[in-house]
DNA sequence: CACCGTGATGACACTGAGTATTGTCAATAC
DNA sequence: GTATTGACAATACTCAGTGTCATCACGGTG
């Protein structure tokens, strides 16, 4: 359509604007003058000044949940790598537009703590997801948070150094080497089939004393009581 | 001293109030009228409204981040887990304090997200010290962020289990148990002595296929590319 | 064509957080 | 005794966020 959605039009003015003149000296007023619109239709559209600035926050994050819902026990990591690079994915989409609000969020403090925020939620559903998929397993709810927390910050990593690198290169891989990473790392956690099929390596050193053999022993016996 | 400091009568005649008559229904005439002191005056203290709830973040973000200043890599694991007890110790001391505050910000959205944007500088600290710890290694980055992730998530796991059961039992052996945990996870991360004098741990399923052991081992070495 | 319901928008008023400025008073220094 | 400093109060201001009501465009209906 010639005129874009007063939505659309208004997420553009505020960033814009911001952009320009800073975020504190940016006024509600400003940015729906800009948009050619009424101040109270600014507050129609967002909540507040912030939600400006992560318009479909809320939308990605249902996307995320529907997909982690749609799997089984049996499916669930793939639930999670997915459900991560799907989050990726919404950034890459648009590059333009991530790059600039990273830059944005960078020198407002009050954007980051929004930020922090809705990545917290991220946390949450990943930890009631993993959560539920654990249950019954010993020490089920701190491996979900621990996981959870873990794939975040994976994700958080890859994303924030494509952002530094200006968005240039295709994030993806090492997006697969820092889950890879984490699954590996977590991989103990999934339940063990039927309780007697699993397989562990390990490996001792020749020059090892029997103590530090007995050590490495105990603490791999001791993470899991 | 017969009047307590006009910051601690702040601090408390908010918490009084939130807790009383809710949060966004009391405004900062209330807390400083309940204080005996003047609207202004409660600004000189604190920054804003939230702050009242969260009086002295700042000073025990200042002893983590000492502690952990305070050591060498040698040391490291140590300073971590000595940091972690810091915090939990804190909000043990005052268990009083802390389960009101913890209903508190269970009930306001936007104490929550303060709370949360808290939690990511501890997170950040920990990220920051790791990263030194590991520099050098590969993946540094990565493995930094996720011990980070893994350490501060731990801890409020197991804060937020105290906190639920009301403060009563003593919380640090279920940290020892998390962090225990944690650190066996990532005791790869350790960048090897002198690379040679390693001690690992192998167990095979009897009834283990070859190319079970090998699936086994093939992930184990893809996670250290 | 006149009427009517509906949904989107603007105009406006109000509350309250946070800031900045200025004034006042008391303690301490000199 | 006077000057300085610092803690607090008083006051006015900006602006975010909320709520209410009027207006206008519109599509359907009689």
Do not use: C
């Amino acid at each position: 359509m010639a005129t874009p959605s007063i939505s659309h039009r208004l997420a553009e003015a505020a960033v814009a604007l911001f952009d320009e003149n800073g975020y504190d000296e940016t006024t509600v007023d400003d940015i729906a003058a800009r948009a050619g619109v009424s101040r109270s239709t600014f507050f129609r559209y967002y909540r507040s000044k912030e939600d400006a600035v992560f318009p479909d926050h809320d939308t990605l994050l249902a996307t995320v949940d529907a997909r982690l819902r749609a799997s089984t026990a049996d499916t669930a990591i793939v639930a999670v790598t997915d459900a991560v690079r799907i989050v990726l994915a919404h950034y890459v989409e648009d590059a333009e537009v991530s790059l600039r609000r990273y830059r944005l969020v960078g020198r407002v403090p009050a954007l980051r703590a929004r930020e922090i925020a809705s990545v917290a939620r991220y946390q949450r559903l990943f930890r009631e997801f993993i959560g539920e998929w654990l249950a019954g397993s010993p020490d089920a709810d701190l491996r979900a948070e621990l996981m959870a927390a873990s794939v975040v910050a994976a994700h958080n990593q890859v994303l924030r150094g494509w952002l530094r690198a200006g968005g240039t290169h295709d994030p993806f891989p090492p997006l697969d080497h820092a889950l890879g990473y984490v699954i590996a790392t977590f991989r103990h956690l999934e339940r063990p089939q039927d309780g007697k099929d699993q397989v562990v390596v390990a490996t001792f050193s020749r020059s090892a004393s029997p103590q530090a053999v007995m050590e490495a022993i105990q603490d791999h016996l001791g993470s899991r009581p």
